[in-house]
């Protein structure tokens, strides 16, 4: 069983930055690829990055180039830098593991974006 914990959300102004964490336990070995998937107000939930145990990256096109996602397999973390942020980035984020026989989600952390 895995269990996925995010941190790092908060309130930031449009432009500022953001670092969230995502630190994984219990059947590591499992994963395969993790990634941070987000959901806006009234919005579905759509990925915004992933990574594979390899360090594949893949991204959403509305965050190329702003937000870069690490892993760091020593700490079973998972980073998302989101640089450049905009309003309409503000949503929850949520952390996702690939595992062997099924996927995992976190509870989510809060990103609002606001002057």
């Known amino acids: 069983q895995v269990q996925l914990v995010e941190s790092g959300g908060g309130l930031v102004q449009p432009g500022g930055s953001l670092r969230l964490s995502c630190a994984a336990s219990?059947?590591?070995?499992?994963?395969?690829?993790m990634g941070w998937y987000r959901q806006g107000p009234g919005k579905r939930r759509d990925m915004v990055a992933s990574i594979t145990s390899s360090g594949r990256t893949n991204y959403g096109d509305s965050v190329q180039g702003r937000f870069t996602i690490t892993r760091d397999n020593v700490k079973n973390t998972v980073y998302l830098q989101m640089n450049s942020l905009k309003p309409e980035d503000t949503a929850v984020y949520y952390c996702k593991a690939d595992a062997i026989l099924q996927d995992y989600w976190g509870k989510g952390t809060l990103v609002t974006v606001s002057s």
């Open positions: 219990g059947g590591i070995s499992s994963i395969n690829r």
